[in-house]
């Protein structure tokens, strides 16, 4: 089998999945992409960031074009690599612990898509996310609690008032929540509409909620990428 593997290595060599160089590591992505990465990473003082409503959402890193976030996040979204998205999630754990880890949360909610889009995507990010990091804390996934009940165009092609309008009335509860605190997981926050609207529905219903979002679309603060 060790013959097979150094055979089909030679044939096939493992490369980095955002530069595409050869990485002989096996890591996802190579030393050098992994360097950039982390410059993408959000400061501590910009920690917590703020919904449109002005919820602190917790983060990881910020979605820059041209760097391994946007790389490694399409290739969850869009590609649907799972390991890739089982990665991201782990990588993420460090940050959630540093800020949440003073709360007795139930579990975690992944912000859910609409299910015509889970089944054109074979997969739901923010769940593969969730669960990754349910993992890494040992609490529980409650993927059926909140569902998406409207199918509208995607949140990055609105504006911010179409974005509101677009969420209204967007979700619904198939469980009770009352008393009940969660971490509400979503892949990518632009204006935080999404997350403002499920932890509205949670607030109105009796439960409390701690918001995280893998990256954090702030193009205008320029890239890191020299």
Request: aromatic share 8%; proline share 7%; glycine share 8%.
């Amino acid at each position: 089998m060790g013959a097979l593997s150094s055979f089909l290595d030679w044939i096939f060599p493992p490369t980095c999945a955002h530069c595409k160089a050869i990485n002989p590591s096996y890591d996802i992505i190579c030393r050098e992409c992994s360097m950039v990465l982390r410059q993408c990473e959000i400061p501590a003082c910009e920690l917590p960031g703020q919904t449109r409503n002005g919820r602190p959402v917790i983060g990881k890193w910020y979605y820059r074009t041209g760097s391994p976030v946007r790389t490694c996040h399409r290739l969850l979204k869009f590609k649907g690599n799972e390991r890739m998205g089982r990665w991201l999630g782990e990588s993420a754990v460090s940050v959630i612990k540093n800020h949440f880890n003073q709360r007795p949360f139930e579990g975690i909610i992944p912000i859910p898509s609409h299910r015509v889009k889970v089944l054109e995507r074979g997969l739901l990010p923010s769940l593969i996310i969730a669960e990754q990091i349910a993992v890494q804390l040992n609490i529980p996934v409650y993927p059926e609690v909140m569902i998406r009940t409207s199918l509208g165009p995607p949140q990055s092609a609105l504006n911010r008032e179409e974005r509101l309008i677009n969420l209204a009335q967007a979700f619904s509860l198939k469980q009770s929540v009352t008393d009940k605190q969660f971490i509400v997981v979503d892949d990518v926050l632009t204006t935080g509409a999404t997350l403002d609207a499920a932890a509205d529905l949670i607030e109105q219903n009796g439960g409390s909620v701690g918001l995280f979002a893998l990256a954090f679309r702030r193009e205008t603060f320029g890239s890191l990428l020299h």
